[in-house]
């Protein structure tokens, strides 16, 4: 998918129309270094037609009209995302991944099934839950693809069922 293609997309879930977005993007008074100007309502029109080529200056203020990160207006797939996650553990300060650790554990409720028998349901207060959990920043990456891969082998048999 061309990312005027992902733009519009994002327009549409948004219930925005390009009007809208055209003036929120012209509102942020981006000025192009090729023109030294900022585009015009038309300019933008054929950006989002896919007529003329959105230029990369314009992306994080495209991004930051629809809300969205600027991947996401690339390549949205499992192995981007990944990519992605790797590259922003690897480059976050200490705040920054004590934040998302909260987040990820008031996110995620575990379901183990058991031999297809029980389902044993858990929350983030289970103490080898949290243990395991706070234990992952010192897991090698090699580790934590191969856990993952894992995971969602087991994830994968189970939803066969």
Same mark, same amino acid.
């Given at each position: 998918m061309e990312?005027?293609?992902?733009?519009?997309?994002?327009?549409?879930?948004?219930? =925005?129309t390009k009007r809208a977005f055209?003036?929120? *993007?012209? %509102? *942020?008074?981006v000025k =192009?270094?090729?023109?030294? $100007?900022?585009?015009? $309502?038309?300019?933008?029109?054929a950006y989002l037609s896919g007529?003329?080529?959105i230029p990369?200056? =314009?992306?994080?203020f495209i991004a930051e009209v629809l809300n969205v990160t600027e991947q996401e207006l690339f390549d949205n797939t499992s192995k981007s995302r990944t990519r992605c996650f790797k590259y922003f553990?690897? %480059?976050s300060n200490h705040k920054e991944l004590e934040y998302f650790n909260n987040f990820i554990k008031s996110q995620i409720t575990y379901n183990i099934n058991v031999n297809n028998a029980d389902t044993i349901t858990t929350n983030s207060n289970d103490n080898?839950?949290?243990?395991?959990?706070?234990l *992952?920043?010192?897991a090698p990456h090699n580790f934590l693809d191969k856990a993952i891969a894992k995971l969602e082998e087991y994830k994968n048999i189970d939803s066969t069922f």
């Open positions: 990312v005027y293609e992902k733009v519009n997309e994002i327009i549409k879930n948004y219930n =925005l055209s003036t929120a *993007l012209r %509102n *942020l008074n =192009l270094k090729t023109t030294g $100007e900022m585009p015009s $309502e038309n300019t933008i029109y007529k003329i080529s990369i200056e =314009l992306i994080p553990i690897k %480059n080898k839950v949290d243990k395991f959990i706070s *992952l920043e010192f």
